[in-house]
């Protein structure tokens, strides 16, 4: 079961090492990589059930609340019973200092039937800190 503060999404300062733990997998802007759970924060390590992680770069950062830059997101896909659940962190910059937003559970992917083939792509791009508006994808 998750802990009650991973209900809440907030802004929290990561290290700079962490940031480029997870930054550095993230190679080519806007491809999707999985992440060694060993690396995720002993803050989200302490989610029960979790089975993979995945990060992805974004083409061009984009403004959230504070005067920060996201620039990454992460998301963290556990499992409970027979259903897999998908929880999205964005990271963010302020030029000097980088923070976490996150867990970000309200959109339709949250919840997938285990076994399931997880359609890793449609897990990003969900994370709207308060204030921030995030534009959709253009269409080709």
Same mark, same amino acid.
Not at 6 to 11: E, K, P
Not at 53 to 59: D, F, W
Not at 119 to 140: N, W
């Given at each position: 079961?998750?802990?009650?503060?991973?209900?809440?999404?907030?802004?929290?300062?990561?290290?700079?090492?962490?940031?480029?733990?997870?930054?550095?997998?993230?190679?080519?802007?806007?491809?999707?990589?999985?992440?060694?759970?060993?690396?995720?924060?002993?803050?989200?390590?302490?989610?029960? @059930?979790? !089975?993979?992680?995945?990060?992805?770069?974004? =083409?061009?950062?984009? %403004?959230?609340?504070?005067?920060?830059?996201? $620039?990454?997101?992460?998301?963290?896909?556990?499992?409970?019973?027979?259903?897999?659940?998908?929880?999205?962190?964005?990271?963010?910059?302020?030029?000097?200092?980088?923070?976490?937003? @996150?867990? !970000?559970?309200?959109?339709?992917?949250?919840? =997938?039937?285990?076994? %399931?083939?997880?359609?890793?792509?449609?897990? $990003?791009?969900?994370?709207?800190?308060?204030?921030?508006?995030?534009?959709?994808?253009?269409?080709?």
């Amino acid at each position: 079961m998750i802990q009650h503060e991973y209900y809440r999404c907030q802004w929290h300062k990561v290290t700079e090492d962490q940031a480029k733990a997870i930054t550095g997998c993230t190679t080519h802007p806007d491809e999707v990589y999985a992440y060694p759970l060993s690396g995720l924060l002993s803050s989200m390590q302490g989610i029960s @059930g979790i !089975e993979s992680a995945y990060v992805s770069g974004a =083409i061009e950062s984009f %403004d959230v609340p504070g005067e920060m830059k996201a $620039f990454c997101e992460l998301v963290v896909i556990r499992e409970e019973g027979l259903t897999a659940r998908a929880y999205n962190w964005i990271f963010a910059s302020t030029g000097t200092d980088v923070y976490m937003y @996150g867990p !970000e559970t309200n959109f339709p992917e949250h919840h =997938i039937p285990v076994g %399931d083939p997880i359609p890793i792509h449609s897990l $990003f791009g969900h994370v709207s800190p308060p204030g921030t508006i995030i534009a959709p994808a253009e269409e080709e």
